[in-house]
């Protein structure tokens, strides 16, 4: 199965380090960032987790929750999360999926042969409180992943969805953003972006972030 951008996140019950899951439900109104990892007692999925867990204050003003995922068992993600806690100096409080049967890779096409056969590549799906996917990320399995990014796309998404702006390169939460080309018409400009703008190319319109 393919997942695209706009496409509802596959529902899912599966087992996990916090007992057995059903993945819609514990979603609730949430954003979530679900991620897989390839293995337990792995170093470069040990540090992710630990950067993860020290994200929860992060995430908890965005309105988030993370959830992790590895094709191993309940009960190694429960004897794993205790190392994660000891090396990277946190506490995990997030579940961590026990997907052995690959139910749930399959769903969100986590395995890709090519990398492994056996195990998760480094999947990352930001997945709004409608349960769409809104941000799909795969990583090699040697290349640890840039939770700063995590952030900020979900600064840009929640940005975007409140206001009609356009988020530019290396955009940061209070840098300017952009006019959308489907807006044209200089009243509505003015009322939606009383700030005004400058454009230093008819179809590059800058204009202040509005205030969330």
Known sequence: MTLRLGDIAPDFEQDSSIGTLKFHEWAGNSWVVLFSHPADFTPVCTTELGLTAKLKPEFDKRNVKAIALSVDAAESHVKWIKDIEDTQNTVVGFPIVADADKKVAALYDMIHPNQSETVTVRSLFIIDPNKKVR????????????????????????LTDGYTVATPGNWRDGDDVIIPLSIKDEEVIKQKYPKGYTAPRPYLRITPQPNK
């Open 135 to 158: 941000l799909i990320i795969t990583y090699p399995l040697t290349t640890g992943r840039n939770f700063d990014e995590v952030l900020r796309v979900l600064d840009a998404l929640q």
